[in-house]
């Protein structure tokens, strides 16, 4: 880990995986049924694995005038793994599934009271399409007075967009605000490109890569509270 950073004036903060859980159940579930119906022997774990690396390579490649949304994304993304493991499925259904899941996300027991108890302002900063965003926010019952999302940017994290577009609303600089998020490639490795101190949210005790720097680890976020409210 980086050393401690000076406390916050305000927090950039992921959504899916970081206040709510990140779509994994669903992704195997499809990965599970694409598995049954490959012409070629496979797992559901070569599946996820090529799926990610298709879906990764698109995101890097959709910004400016390139930009598509991440349903678009997730679309194209399908079609591919389907036609790499020669399974004949609705994609159609199968995006359902992951797109259900999108709007009405589980979230994590303590991010309600981890965000009402934060004493600075909070901006939201997600991969994720507006529309989708709004309805996992009013299924968890939550708002936030600032939101930025990789639609509004045409953008999708580690870019440095999203996040600059987050500092010119909270008018900001890096040093100043403290990112929170659980990818060590979109949240980890896009703040540290900015010279953004980060916290990264680690619940599953992942090991923490080589080139990625964090100047805080956290099982949950309470270490929010720990570092925001510390002063």
Not at 205 to 231: M, Q
């Given at each position: 880990m980086k050393n401690r950073t000076a406390s916050p004036r305000a927090v950039l903060l992921d959504f899916y995986g970081t206040v709510v859980e990140e779509d994994g159940e669903p992704i195997g579930h499809v990965c599970d049924e694409i598995v049954k119906a490959s012409s070629r022997a496979t797992t559901a774990k070569e599946v996820s694995s090529y799926w990610g690396r298709v879906f990764n390579e698109m995101c890097l490649n959709s910004h400016g005038s390139a930009f598509r949304l991440e349903r678009e994304l997730e679309q194209a993304s399908l079609q591919a793994v389907l036609l790499h493991f020669g399974a004949d499925l609705d994609s159609a259904e199968l995006n359902q599934i992951i797109y259900d899941y999108w709007m009405r996300p589980t979230i994590f027991p303590e991010s309600k009271a981890v965000i009402a108890g934060c004493k600075v302002p909070v901006c939201l900063v997600s991969n994720?399409?507006?529309?989708?965003?709004?309805?996992?926010?009013?299924?968890?019952?939550?708002?936030?007075?600032?939101?930025?999302?990789?639609?509004?940017?045409?953008?999708?994290?580690?870019?440095?967009?999203?996040?600059?577009?987050?500092?010119?609303?909270?008018?900001?600089?890096?040093?100043?605000?403290l990112h929170v998020g659980d990818s060590l490639s979109s949240d980890v490795r896009g703040a540290n490109a900015?010279?953004?101190?980060?916290?990264?949210?680690?619940?599953?005790?992942?090991?923490?890569?080589?080139?990625?720097?964090?100047?805080?680890?956290?099982?949950?976020?309470?270490?929010?509270?720990?570092?925001?409210?510390?002063?």
């Open positions: 994720i399409d507006n529309s989708d965003l709004a309805s996992a926010l009013r299924h968890n019952g939550l708002s936030f007075d600032l939101i930025v999302t990789s639609e509004d940017c045409r953008a999708y994290k580690p870019r440095p967009e999203m996040f600059e577009k987050a500092l010119s609303l909270l008018e900001l600089s890096n040093e100043e605000v900015l010279g953004i101190p980060v916290l990264w949210i680690n619940r599953q005790e992942r090991k923490l890569r080589a080139g990625y720097e964090p100047n805080y680890i956290s099982a949950d976020l309470t270490g929010i509270l720990d570092i925001v409210n510390s002063t």
